[in-house]
Structure formats: structure tokens, C-alpha cells
């Protein structure tokens, strides 16, 4: 496999690329759907593929295909590079930066190999968490009116090699599960929960999340929310944000602007700009104890890699350092035009489509409270613990979070349900009124959508929980 990549490389650099880089990569996909209680789909599919990226006289071009000989590789490459010399009469300027190149092997071994788990026993798992949604529900109350259940294995092999020493093999297996659930009553109409659950590992990630009684609590909690959810008095209250949002705050509103081709340019017709190219905005926007980073090289994470695809090793990235924006997400481009060096944030979903800045697991770093500290210390406030929706602009500065789960806190104790609280606050306002930090961290995961074409990347967001004091919110009837 590597001879011919090296051979492509070197065409590409003999046809007048100043540098080159040559991908394989094949994708193993198995998926399982059950809808409302039936089998929909389950189906395989394998894909796979080269592509080569160049640099010719300041411009970069990409080009891939899906079966070629060393020859159709030859012909690729030099299509690739007379693609870049044609773009440099209207733009250039593009560089790559001196980063370390790695050789590196990152195989994934699985204790479970996805190839031993079957479509039966894939449908048997969802048909089951499927039971357990429904039966947690009395029917005088309350009915799983639709209940959407995907569950998708992943292999992906890659081997990467570049002009400038770098030569990286990798195997990842990833699983992930989405849920779609809306429970109705009759009198008080309908919610709806979107539950994603993601890793990097083989079938054992799937059993450890324990997908039954996962549904189980959560379509008795959507039957709580209908009964027993009740409005509130809006105006100026403490918050506490569950995981799950504070996660979802530290990917849109520290992630995204902290991608250095937004504040370059590139994405600003694509995904938006950011707010952090404008200075009016200050760079600090919280207290000393608020850290957001993003780290590929979790264990198990769903965003987890160790090298990029462009051999640069993976680090932990601190975006957000005690309370100021800090690092921005990097690839060797963008660095060379930032005059610092790649911090390995390039990323590519399949083999036809380029590597591009992207987040990898983005959370709040913990504090030291507990959560029923943070609720002692709140006299008039609300416990927002999942979300039902949420909406930010494109710059990345001014958003509103829906909650969905929520309690209202009165002197010190939950005082149950509240229906619907509504926080819309802008990055620094939301960042600035943190005052409390939990101990316990939780994950979610998420496909992160960004580039054209479009690329859903494996992400996880996370954090614990955080406290706000004295923040806006509304009632949503």
C-alpha cells in the first residue's frame, strides 16, 4: 500500500507540487434501526478510496477517487497539481508550517470486534431498549407516541503519507446511538429528546452504556415532564446547567470560534465567522476557574485520534485558559499564516473529502463543588438539566438554550418541575456568570457538521456542572 502512495507523492512533487500528501482510506460500516417497535433497517457497506492534496505556487487542491491503478493515481496527481497552478492566478499565498513530522501506527484494538456481533443481535438490543422506553410509562398518562432508535459500527482504517516525513497508519473502531423519542398526552400535548451516545472502541463500548435502562429513564422523565412540569416567575434567577448543556455551551461558543479558519476567512460562506476577529469583543470572558478545552487523545472518546491527518501529533488544546480565550484550533496552514505551528486539529470524514480544522472533545474542565453544594447556595434559581433546544448565530456570540428536564430551586432545594426555561445571553455574559464548577464530568457525543461537502466529524462534548448567578431566563409556553 505505502509504494504506491510514496510513488503518487513523488509524481505529484515531480509534475511541479513545492509539497504533496497521499491518503488510502476505507470505511466498514454496519447499522440497525428500529422504529416504533419494528425492524427498519440493518445493513452493511464498505468504502474506500485515495485521495492526494498538493501545494503548487501558493495555492492548495485536493482531488480523490475511489479505485484507481498507479497509473490513474499518476494522471490524479497531476490533475491535482495543474488544479492548484490555475487557482493561483486568482488567490495564493498558502503555506505549511515547520511542524514536527511523525511516523506513527495507531491501531485501536477492540476486545469485542464488531465482525462477532451480528444484525440479530444488533436488532435484539434495540428491540429491548425499545420495551423499556414503553413500559416505563403509565398509559393513563402518557405514551411513547415515536421512538426512533439507530445504532452504527464503524471501522476505519487510514494510511497517510506527505512530502515532509510524515507517515501515519491507523485503525479506529467507533460506535455510536441516536434516539429520537416523543412521548404524548392527550391534554398536555407532546415532548420530544434527541439522545446521542458515541465511543472509540470496540462492541464493549456499546455494553457499557446499558441502552435499556438508559430508554427506560429517559421516556419516564419525558412522562414527568408532561405531568408534573409547571411555569415559573421569569426574570433574573441563578442557573445551574447539567453537563449535557455545559458541554454543548463549551462546543458552539468556545469550540467553534476558536477555529483559526473562521478567523482566517475560509468558513465564513461555509459554517460562520467568529466573534474573536472582532475587537470590540474582549478576550476574557469569565473568572479564573473556567478552562474549556478540547483533547483528542481521550480514552474511548468518540472524537479520539493521537496524530491528525496531516501527522502532526494530538495534544490537549486549552481555548478557553482561566477565564481568556487562549489557543486557537489549528492546522499546518493556518498556523503558518498565524506564524505558530499546527496543534493537530486537522481532520478528514472520508476519503473524499479534504482534512479541514475540526474540534475533537470539547468540555469545561471540573472545579471542586458537588451538585447538591451548588443547590444549597442558590436561594431563587433553576436546575436546567438537559436541553430541549438551542440556537446560536454564526459568529458564535449570542445564543438561547431551552431546557427540558428542569427544576426550579427555592431556598436551597429542588421545588420541582419547571416547564420550559429559556436562558438567551451572549458567550461572555454566559462564561462571566459562572461561579461554581462540579467535580463529576459527563460526556455526550455528536456529529459536528462543518465543511462542503459536509462533514458530521465524531465529536464528544462535556463538562460538569456549572453554576451562573443572576441570569436572565423566560418561560416558553
Known sequence: MEDILYATMDHALSSGAEYAEVRHQSDRYARSMVKNGATEVSSSEYGSGYSIRVLADGCMAFGAANAMDANGLKALAERTVRAAKASSRLSGGIKMDDSDMRTAKDILVPRIRFDDIGPDERDSLLLEAYKAASSSLDPFDSRLAGCYLTLSLLETEKTIVNSHGGRLHSFTPRASMNAFITVLDPQKGAVQRH??????????????????LRMEEEASVLGKVLRDARSFRTGKKDLILGPEIIGLVAHESAGHPSEADRLQGREA????????????????VGGELLNVVDDPTLPGSFGHYLHDDECVPARRRYLIREGS?????????????????????SRSLSFDMEPIVRMANTFVEPGDWSLEEMIEDVKDGIYMKTFMEWNIDDRRYNQRY???????????????????????????????????????????????????????????TGGPHARLRSVPMEGVQ
Open 195 to 212: 439522545i446521542s451516545k458515541g465511543c472509540a472502541s470496540g462492541w464493549e463500548g456499546v455494553e457499557d452504556w446499558d441502552l435499556p
Open 269 to 284: 460562506a461555509q459554517a460562520g465567522e467568529t466573534f474573536l476577529g472582532d475587537e470590540s469583543h474582549p478576550r476574557r
Open 325 to 345: 480565550f487562549d489557543e486557537l484550533l489549528h492546522n499546518r496552514s493556518t498556523a503558518a499564516a498565524a506564524g505558530t505551528l499546527s496543534n493537530g486539529s
Open 402 to 460: 431551552v431546557g427540558l428536564e428542569s427544576y426550579a430551586v427555592v431556598d436551597g432545594e429542588l421545588a420541582g418541575m419547571v416547564r420550559s426555561p429559556a436562558l438567551e445571553i451572549s458567550t461572555p455574559g454566559l462564561w462571566s456568570a459562572i461561579d461554581a464548577l462540579g467535580r463529576e464530568m459527563e460526556f455526550s457525543a455528536a456529529l459536528c457538521g462543518k465543511g462542503e461537502p459536509m462533514q458530521g466529524i465524531p465529536v464528544w
